[in-house]
Nanobody, 126 residues
């Protein structure tokens, strides 16, 4: 089992950057596929990025490709989402998720991940 805590959200102007962190505790973190999701009011939770247990494979939603970068440091049990060129439509609560049974890194539905953090709010003003 793994526990996840997100941090780094906040208010930023359009075109700005934010760096989200997900700190994980528990055993075998390095064996989990990690995902970043976001949920705006009235919308379904969507997967924006995913990273393999080794960090060598990543996947991004089309809406964030070229602007967001996901990385991980297994020695520090941390996953990072670097968000650049932010747009007002990026406004949402961002969640970190983990799953040990996934075998490929791709954009998935939220119910394919077993473990979740509580989220961090990102607001992008125009």
């Amino acid at each position: 089992q793994v526990q996840l805590v997100e941090s780094g959200g906040g208010l930023v102007q359009a075109g700005g950057s934010l760096r989200l962190s997900c700190a994980a505790s528990g055993r075998a973190f390095s064996r989990y596929v990690m995902g970043w999701f976001r949920q705006a009011p009235g919308k379904e939770r969507e997967n924006v990025a995913a990273i393999s247990w080794s960090g060598s494979n990543t996947a991004y939603a089309d809406s964030v490709k070229g602007r967001f970068t996901v990385s991980r440091d297994n020695a520090k049990n941390t996953v990072i989402l670097q968000m650049n060129s932010l747009k007002p439509e990026d406004t949402a609560v961002y969640y970190c998720a983990a799953d040990r049974s996934l075998t490929t890194v791709t954009i998935r539905r939220w119910n394919e991940y077993d473990y979740w953090g509580r989220g961090t709010q990102v607001t992008v003003s125009s």
